[in-house]
């Protein structure tokens, strides 16, 4: 399903997670394209203009954020 395709598998998974009495997160943890951000070895792609790179710094440390809130809440 190209760009969407995962997050249309956590819209469909979603019903099941509650049936199950699972937790599910409100929140968005989601990154687009991140296959386009990273090379293998961990770093920003070269090409990746400063102000990308600290658009996906402050999305990460915000995703960290939160599921640190949650971990806190669910102890």
């Known amino acids: 399903m190209g760009k969407v395709g995962g997050l ?7 019903p099941v997670f ?6 599910t997160l409100n ?6 394209n991140i ?3 990273f ?3 961990g770093n920003f792609i070269p ?7 600290v658009y996906y710094r ?5 995703i960290i954020k939160n599921i ?3 971990s806190e809440l669910l102890k």
């Open 39 to 41: 090379a293998e070895d």
């Open 27 to 32: 929140h968005n943890l989601q990154l687009a």
């Open 18 to 23: 509650q049936v199950l009495n699972m937790i």
């Open 35 to 37: 296959q386009k951000v």
């Open 8 to 14: 249309l598998g956590m819209m469909a998974l979603l």
């Open 68 to 70: 640190s809130h949650y």
């Open 47 to 53: 090409e990746l203009a400063e102000s990308e790179q």
């Open 58 to 62: 402050n999305r990460i440390a915000q």
